[in-house]
Every structure is written in structure tokens, then in C-alpha cells.
């Protein structure tokens, strides 16, 4: 029971190479019948989504959600699947069709290559890259692409707004994002996302970066687009941004890569900052590993959906503002406090280090509020009228 | 044919294909997003090359960065964009037959060095990417480079800003 | 076992294709995207040099990615130069730009 | 050289499936497209002029930071895995590169680029 896809592998494997196929062949074959099942598990997971989505957000503005399809509703998004294979799949006028169609397919294609590098549990993987952090960033870059793709390709003047609103709230977002994702190599001095996982067997990251994790959440949140942070979609002014031209099944795909993609930051906010699929009783049992995964994944999702449905949305000047002005100088900050922590606190004990990180964070988080403190006095004092008109009175 | 060299040659054609219609398509997005195929094209050989690392930072610089840039800057100038008139040089014909030369010329002067057709050593179990990260930091290796690198970068910033916010002055 | 004489033959015709484009294309943005061509052929051909060489010396890497950041300063400046011809002459085509012909 | 094997055929069934979800619905989906239909989504008005917008040059400048930014920061990442078997010096050597990196933000910053007017 330690390793039960290890052992189904190298029974199928031995199985084959006694049927007469060729070692390196039927390890193709079978990798290949791995990819299927990790990608089925990650689109049935995405359906289910669409139900709980729905369902979260109708306890937050107190309604019921679904109900009518099956107990609580679970069948909705069956019919909606159903739904949206037979609608008719429209192309507008002067669309460039062959793009048209293709930025979906990248679009969706971007969020399930993360799945590749998830560890789910410790004999749970689809490979283990020794590049995985950068990997992220590198699918989010073809995400970013679909996007700009869609947008330009729809011919439609909203389409292409809301494609330049989402690749600058995209691109601006994925600097505190990259600069975040070098903390956890700093600490592991490895970029594998399951030597990320082991080595936070004996404390979570959380502990010694915390505002390294809410930074991350912050980022990953204007990654996904989602409010506060989207802008792009903007029903109210540019009705729905760079998917507008989009129908059927099409948009189907925008929407389910929207969910999962969601989903996949929650797991790498629990992977990267609260230990992945560590828990107790995980050393005797890899397996359970899996459980404690989708749990921790969900309570990130759960966090991201709370955010969305409590904060509205921020102008895009603001959005811009609160990254460059505030986020990237940050996130540097956290990044060079932990480099220099880490490597003179490195030669210390457990307890030692954790509680000197710890500390190096709060220090840092109250400076960065105190600064805030003063900029926010300075402003409200240009801002109110009666200290202008003193002010210009004196002048 | 090992599954490598098929590899490597389904991404050779990929990049040459569309590095051709880089040069030739006349509308300005669909260049841009073909050399986005050369890109990714080489990023494949990197990874044939061992070189993991290089090859999502080329998919990360090149296609998550530059090949945006080249998109906004082809919006911004977008009335050329129409596409009018020839697109190539009147004596693009020239320029064709110089290219023609000195790909032929290259190639016979390589074909006549003796690593030509030299196979790789393994790779074993090198951590390329510490030793990458060693080389790049330590005085005795690349440490200049990798700083004068940076500079070079913070140069390009400032002269891209002042360049591009030169509207302003103008409006004055 | 792919022998080197492939990586070099590949990237010799990448950097030809992008030499043509530099001096054939008329837009200034396409010449640019040209010249990135030719970045990558050097590019492929320092990685090459790299893999057949001693694996422990990795002058071919460093050198790689001093060629990204190259690339990147030069996309930097030359697109903001592209533009601000553009906003000043209204045109992108390098030949009709010849305020310093004389 | 295996996992990249893998990455690659991962790569083409992600982009097999929402192919193939794209080709189900057209074949089961009906197929009547009119002029009305296929015209311009614009909340009912006519389309007006060309839909190439002229964007507004703000978005490339942050672009343009943005192209530094990521790309030094993507340097970062051998520093940052190898920083256990590095030195203090060198440890203090990426921080010079971090800060040349923000003298760059706090330049755009005091030219007013940072403002979106």
C-alpha cells in the first residue's frame, strides 16, 4: 500500500514488455494513459466546480443555488454541459477564425498543464520537474497569450479593451507572483514542487514566510482575474471583456478554465505555504496524502471564492497603483529579508530559525504598516478641504 | 530514428516554417504570433539539449513578455498595420540570394571542422542548474556578466521611458 | 544520439531566414522581429556548444541568458523608438523615415 | 530528458481535449448563421468605424516595465536554489542585483510613468 501507482505501473510495465512491446514504447504508452486519467480527474473536478461555485455563491448572497437537478442540485452542471454541446457555435464578421478558435483551446490547454507538476501525494505525480516554479509561470505566459489572442482575433472593440485591461492586470500581477515563487526555492534550494512538499514535512512555510503567502494570495487572485480584480470583465462597462465574441462551447472552455485554474492557485497557495499533502498519519500511508491535498486545495478555493463575492471591484488606475507602488517594492523586501534570514539563520535548530523568520516577518509587516500608516495621514491631509483652503490662505 | 531525433526534427520544422512566415506574412499580429511558434519551437530544442531551465525561461521572456510586447507595439502603430502596398524591399531579391550565400558558405566551413559531427557526452547526474546558479554568482566565474546584465537591463528601462514619454514634452 | 552538425545546420538556416528579414522587410516592427530571430540562432547554437562540450563548465548557459537579457533591453528600447517615430512621422517603414538624409 | 518527454505529451492531450469538446459541439450544434448573427456584438449599435482601437500608450509603458521586471527576476531563480552552497558574498551579490532592479521602478516612479492620466 506505500506506493500503489508505482506498483500498478511496474506490473503493467512488466506485463507489456512480456506481451513483446519495446521497453521505451510502453513506457510512452503508459505515460500516456497516465496523462488521460490525470486530465479526466482534472475536468471531472472542474464540473463539480461549476457546482459548488455556483452553490457558494448563492450562501454568500443568501439564496439557495441549484436545486432542482438531482439531490442539492449536483446535476446542474451535467445540463449545462449538455447544454453548451448543442448550441450553435457562432464566428463574427471579420473574426480571424483560425485564432479565433484557437485561444480557447489554449486557454484551457495553459491551466491543465499545471496539472503535470501537481503532487498530489507523495506517490501521487505527474512528473517531477526540477524547473516546476517556473514551469507555473511559463503556463500562465501561453494564458496570457489566449487572452491577447481572443481579444484581437473577435474583431470587437469591448473584446479588445477588456483583452488589454486583463493581459495588464495579468503581466502587472505576475511580478509580486515571480518574486513570491523564489522564496520557497530559496528555502528548499530546489524549484521541484514535490521537494517543496517534503521538505515542509516538519513545519509549513506559512510559519517562517506569512506575508510571502498573503502576497502570493493577493497575486494569484489578480492572476485569475477574478474580483476585486476583474476589470477585465467588467459587465457594467465592457460587458463581459475579451470572451464577448465567444458562444457555446467556446466559451464553455473560458469558463471552465476560469474554475479550474481558480482551483489549481488554491492548491499551489496549500502546496507552496501549508505543507501540500502533508498531514498526520501521511509517512505510514502516502496514499492519504491525496485526501489532505484536495482539502487544502479546496479551503484555498474556498478563500479566493470568499474574496470574490465579498470585495468589489477596483478601478484599473488603483489596481495598477496598488502593484507597482506597493506590491513589487513588497515583495522585493520580503525577498531580500528572507534570502539574508535564511542563509544566517541556516546553520541554527528547528525551533531557532522558525521563531527568527518569524520574527524578521512581523518586524517587516509592521514597518510596511507603520510606512502605510504615515502615507495614509499625509493624503487624507492633501485630501481635506479645510487644510487645502488654511493652506492656501497661508501661501 | 530514435524518438529524440524525430523530436528534434518535427521542432526544427516548426521553426523554420515559421520563421519563413515571419519574414513573409504582410499582416503584422500574424508575424508576430508565428515567430510565438518559432519560440516555442525553440524552447523544444532546449529541452532536447538538456538545458531545462533555458527552455521554460525562453517560453517565460520570449513568449510571456516579448512576443506581448511586440502585440501592443504592433496595436499602437496599427494604421501601417493595413497592410498596403509592398512589404518587402525593392531589392528584397538581392538581400535573398546574400542570405542564400552565406547560409551555403556557413555550412561548408563547418562541414569541414573536426567536431562537426560529434556526439554528446552523458549528462550523469550534474545539477546543472546549482552549478548554473554557482557560475553566475561567484567572483571567480560570471559574476560580472550576470551584473553588467542587470545594469545593462536598468539602462534599457530608463532610455525605453524617457524615449516613450517623450509625448509629453513635446505637448508643452 | 542526434550528432551536433544538426543543431548547428538548423540554426545557420534560422539565422539566414532572420538576416533576410532584417534586410528585406519594410516595417520597422518586422524588422525587429527579425533581428529576435537571430538572437535565438545564436541562442541554439550557444546551448549546442554547451550540451557537446564539458557539461561542468557553463559558459554556454550564462552566455544564453546574457543573450535573453539582450533581447529584452533591445525588444525595450527599439519598440519605444519604433513608436515614437511612429507618433512623429506616422509611419513604421524604415525607408520613409530620412529626416538625417542629408 | 524523460520528464521533458512527458511535459510534451502532456502538452498535446491538453490541447487534444478542449479540440475535441470544440468539435463535439459543432457536430451536435446546428449550423444557421444569418447576417444578424454573425454581425458585431455591441449592446444593439451599429458598429462604428474600425475595431482596431488605437490603445492607449500607458498599457505598453507598463508592458515595458514589466519585460525588465520579469526578466530579472526570472534570473533570480539559480541564485535563489543554489543560495545554500553560495557564500555571504554572493548571497549580497543578488541583493545588488535586486536593488539595481528597484532603482529602475523608483526612476519610473519619480518620471510620473507610474500614472495612469
Partial sequence: MQDPIGNLYNWLMGWLVSWGVDQAISNIL?????????????MVLDVFLVWIERKVVARFQDRLGPNRIGPWGIFQPFADIIKLLIKEDTTPNGADVFVFNLAPILSLASVLLLWAVLPIAEVVFGVDLNVALLYIVAAGAIGTLSVIMAGWSSNNKFALVGAYRMVANMISYEIPMVVILLIPAILTGSMSMLTI?????QYWFVLVVPLAALVFLISAIAELGRSPFDLNEGESEIVSGFHIEYSGMKFGLFYAGELLHAFTFGAFISILFFGGYNGPGVTQMPVLGVFYFFIKAMIGYWIIMWVKYTVPRIRIDHMLYFNWKFLVPFSISILVMTAVMHKSLSGYETPVYVGGMLAANLVLGWITIEILRAQARKQRKMDDPNSRVVAELTH | MTALQIIFLLAAAVILISAVMVTATRNMVHAALWLIATLFGVAVIFAVLEAGFLAVVQVVVYIGAIAIMFIFAVMLTRREMLDKGPQMNKRAWLAGILCVVIFASLIYMLSSWVGFNQIPLLVGNADTLTLLGQSLLLPS????????????LLAALVGAVYVASNRKQEEK | MIPLSWFLILSAALFSIGLFGVMARKNAVAILLSVELMLNAVNINLVAFWRYGNIVN???QVFAIIVFAVAAAEVAVGLALVISVYRRFNTVV??????MKW | MQSWLYILLFMIVAVIIPFAAILIARILGPRKPNPIKQSTYECGMETVGDSWVQFKAQYYVFALIFLVFDVETVFLFPWAISINALPMFAVVEGAVFILILV??????????????N
Fill in chain 2, 141 to 152: 566565474a560570471y559574476l560580472l556578466p550576470f551584473e553588467v546584465a542587470s545594469v545593462l
Fill in chain 3, 58 to 60: 557553463m559558459a554556454g
Fill in chain 1, 30 to 42: 503508459l505515460s500516456l494513459v497516465g496523462i488521460v486519467i490525470l486530465v479526466t480527474i482534472a
Fill in chain 4, 103 to 116: 532603482a529602475g521602478l523608483v526612476f519610473t516612479w519619480r518620471k510620473g510613468m507610474l500614472e495612469w
Fill in chain 3, 94 to 99: 524604415a525607408d520613409e523615415i530620412d529626416l
Fill in chain 1, 197 to 201: 512538499s517534503q521538505s515542509q514535512e
